[in-house]
């Protein structure tokens, strides 16, 4: 008893070992502020607590049940499961046109007061939703730095990273070069496809919601099954407690976790390329 038990010690020290060297070689930038390294973000604090409790649990049901896969499985499991549940990758881009949509209108109420497009951008960040705070606020300072405005617009375009963003990087470059009261009706163009865009990626996205639904219900069947059966039938499974027999575990448990991440890539959005760049991929 007193060797496996030295045995499995000896496997989750090496597990923390080699998870300390990965976190400790990453490079942690220097902030003017401070001048002092970044300190472990809460979620990498509660990822660590996460691997070290899945690497106990491990240990323990290797000594209590003799199947010793559960020592490296639990801690990879608990390490990569985030990234195989399939998951939606469209919720931050349709509140980020959203928010596009408000300011857009928002831009041409100011441009209907007669203000210059400069300054109508500069005044309505102050007015921006949270999504694009930031893109908008740099799009501002730009302009106040004294940027040219094509070249501000070219790089909010790029800060956007979306064709939807880039039609109306497109309008406000043309109302650059063609100043007019027109700017605000096209603005406003703009704004009702900006509104299209959200509601048909808000569709697709809920279509899309039904299968990776139905993934993760199949999932959790076939787990919650399988621990059934290892505890209700341990004489089925028998034959897995063998060192051949868990090579095999391993394996079907590698291939169903691959499954799961072809899945998760399955779903994912693809990135429709872009109109003043030329751009594309996949989230």
């Not at 048909?200 to 959790?220: G, M, Q």
């Not at 399955?266 to 760049?277: D, G, Q």
């Amino acid at each position: 008893m007193m060797l496996p038990f030295l045995a499995a010690l000896c496997a989750i020290a090496l597990i923390l070992g080699l998870w300390l060297l990965v976190t400790g070689t990453i490079p942690a930038p220097i902030t003017e502020k401070t001048k002092h390294p970044r300190r472990l973000t809460p979620a990498q604090r509660r990822r660590g607590a996460t691997i070290l409790a899945a690497t106990a649990l491990g240990g323990a049901l290797w000594l209590v049940t003799g199947y010793f896969v559960a020592l490296p499985a639990l801690p990879a499991i608990a390490l990569l499961l985030p990234h195989l549940l399939p998951r939606s990758s469209e919720k931050a881009p349709i509140e980020r046109l959203n928010a596009l949509e408000e300011w857009t209108r928002s831009l041409s109420a100011v441009l209907g007061a007669q203000a210059g497009l400069e300054g109508a951008i500069i005044t309505s960040r102050t007015s921006v939703g949270d999504p694009i705070k930031r893109d908008v606020s740099r799009l501002a300072a730009r302009l106040q730095a004294g940027v040219p405005t094509k070249a501000a617009l070219e790089s909010f375009a790029d800060d956007l990273d979306d064709p939807t963003g880039d039609v109306l990087a497109g309008s406000l470059l043309l109302g650059s070069f063609r100043r007019g009261p027109g700017l605000a009706k096209v603005l406003d163009g703009a704004a009702e496809m900006i509104s299209d865009d959200v509601a048909a990626r808000r569709e697709i996205e809920a279509d899309r919601a039904k299968p990776r639904a139905n993934a993760r219900i199949i999932t959790v069947i076939a787990v919650v099954v399988l621990l059934l059966l290892f505890v209700a039938n341990p004489t089925y499974v028998e034959p897995y407690k063998t060192l051949f027999g868990q090579v095999i575990l391993s394996t079907l448990t590698a291939m169903f976790l691959a499954s799961l991440w072809w899945m998760n890539i399955a779903s994912r959005s693809p990135k429709n390329r872009r109109i003043l760049r030329t751009t594309g991929g996949t989230r």
